[in-house]
C-alpha cells in the first residue's frame, strides 16, 4: 500500500510537469511502471500521464512535454525499471507511445534508443503500430491524405528500425518495414525523423479495399529511399 501511495504522488507530480518533485520521488523509491491504483494493479503512472497526453497531442504539435519527461525519467534511471520489469507482461511503457505518435512522442522514443534501450518493448511497440494504427485506424480515412497521427507512427517505426542492434536481430521488424524488397543501406536515413518525406500511392491498392498494397514511398530530396506495403 505504501508503494501505490508514494506512486499516486509521482503521478500526480507528473500530471503537473513539476520535476523537481518527480525526481525526488523516483529516487525515494516510487516506480513510474508500478501500480499508482489499488483498484486496477496494471495502470501505472507513465502509462497514464501518456493516456491524457495523447487527448492533447493534435491540438499542440509544437509540445515537447513528453520529451521532457521522459528525458527525466531516463536520467533518473527509467532503463533500470523497464528491463527489470520486462517478463512478457503488460508493463512496456514504448506501447503506450502509439497513442501519441507525434513529433515530441518520436525524439522522446528516440532518446530511449539512443539510450541504449533494444528489449522487448521495442518490439510491442511496433506491433501496436501495425495492429492499431495501420490497420485498424488508416481504415477510417477517406480520402490519401492522412492525418499527422498516421504519418509520426511510420516516422516512429521507421526510427525503430534504424537501430541495427534492434533490427539485426528482430525479424518481425524486418518484415514489417520490408527490409529485404529495400535497399538496405538506406535504413539509416530514418534516424533523421522529420529529414525525409512521406508520400500515399493509392494506385497499387487492391480493388475494393483501400488498404490492402497502399504503398508508402519514403523520399529524401525527391528520391525514393524506401517503400513499404500497408
Not at 73 to 86: A, M, P, Q, V
Amino acid at each position: 500500500m505504501e508503494q501505490i501511495k508514494i506512486n499516486k504522488a509521482l503521478y500526480d507530480a507528473m500530471e503537473k510537469d513539476k520535476y523537481t518533485e518527480i525526481k525526488k520521488l523516483i529516487n525515494g523509491g516510487a516506480n513510474p511502471l508500478d501500480s499508482h491504483d489499488d483498484r486496477d494493479l496494471e495502470d501505472s503512472p507513465l502509462a497514464k500521464f501518456l493516456f491524457f497526453a495523447s487527448m492533447h497531442v493534435e491540438d499542440n504539435p509544437g509540445s515537447t512535454r513528453i520529451t521532457n519527461m521522459f528525458s527525466l525519467l531516463i536520467e533518473n534511471h527509467l532503463l533500470d525499471y523497464i528491463i527489470y520489469d520486462e517478463d512478457g507482461s503488460d508493463n512496456l511503457p514504448l506501447w503506450d507511445l502509439e497513442f501519441c505518435c507525434s513529433k515530441d512522442a518520436a525524439v522522446a522514443l528516440k532518446k530511449i534508443l539512443d539510450a541504449g534501450y533494444t528489449g522487448l518493448s521495442v518490439n510491442e511497440l511496433v506491433e501496436h503500430f501495425w495492429t492499431d494504427l495501420f490497420l485498424a485506424d488508416f481504415m477510417e480515412f477517406e480520402g490519401w491524405k492522412t492525418d499527422a497521427h498516421i504519418e509520426w507512427g511510420i516516422r516512429m517505426m521507421m526510427l525503430v528500425a534504424s537501430y541495427p542492434e534492434i533490427l539485426d536481430k528482430n525479424e518481425y521488424i524486418q518484415r514489417c518495414v520490408e527490409l529485404k524488397e529495400n535497399k538496405a543501406s538506406n535504413i539509416s536515413f530514418f534516424r533523421n525523423i522529420d529529414g525525409y518525406s512521406i508520400e500515399y500511392d493509392e494506385y497499387t491498392c487492391v480493388e475494393d479495399n483501400k488498404m490492402t498494397g497502399l504503398t508508402v514511398n519514403m523520399k529524401v530530396n525527391n528520391k525514393l529511399i524506401w517503400k513499404i506495403h500497408m
